[in-house]
């Protein structure tokens, strides 16, 4: 229910502090953040080059 999506977001957003997010929209993948919409290609170089 509502309280349950309450609860994942609290944690999530505790989490994303904890791991150095400060602002939106940030990604992470493993260790790496990615912040800012400027990044996003980044981000999908950084994506492609695991696969």
Do not use: I, Y
């Not at 505790?14 to 990604?27: D, I, Q």
């Amino acid at each position: 229910g509502m309280q349950e999506v309450k609860d994942a977001l609290f944690k999530n957003t505790e989490e994303a502090v904890k791991r150095g997010a400060f602002g939106a929209p940030t990604f992470f993948v493993e260790d790496e953040m990615f912040f800012g919409h400027d990044r996003l290609p980044l981000l999908e170089s950084h994506l492609r080059g695991q696969l």
